[in-house]
């Protein structure tokens, strides 16, 4: 499975970008999980949302919940994340990974995704 991030872009806060997640290799149907991860400059890998494709249902952090969101387009094989009402701390590199089953408890950890995307760059200014 391959992975491709894109999207990114500077921002001013308040703003909105959608990011777009595009997989090849497999059908997102028959991932079990497609999650993005936000790295902020100097920082670990920060869980942001974790799509469930099975059910449709997509679980997020506190910190992006009712900002955040996540879709899907099963003819381009594509997971999108909107994020809206950007701020500051919203800016670093996204990246999108995925695994074969759902991690049940445990889709926060970065360590547990097989594939990732190369990632991409979202800067908010102020």
């Known amino acids: 499975v391959q992975l491709q991030a894109s999207g990114g872009g500077l921002v001013q806060v308040g703003g909105s970008l959608r990011l777009s997640c595009a997989a090849s290799g497999r059908t997102l149907s028959a991932l079990g999980a497609v999650t993005w991860f936000h790295q902020a400059p100097g920082k670990d890998r920060e869980y942001v949302a974790a799509?469930?494709?099975?059910?449709?249902?997509?679980y997020y952090a506190d910190s992006v919940q009712g900002r955040f969101s996540v879709s899907r387009d099963n003819a381009k094989n594509t997971v999108y994340l909107q994020m809206n009402s950007l701020k500051p701390e919203d800016t670093g590199v996204y990246f999108c990974?995925?695994?074969?089953?759902?991690?049940?408890?445990?889709?926060?950890?970065?360590?547990?995704?097989?594939?990732w995307g190369q990632g991409t760059q979202v800067t908010v200014s102020s």
């Open positions: 799509f469930r494709p099975s059910l449709i249902r997509t």
């Open positions: 990974a995925a695994r074969n089953a759902w991690p049940v408890s445990i889709y926060n950890r970065a360590d547990i995704y097989t594939f």
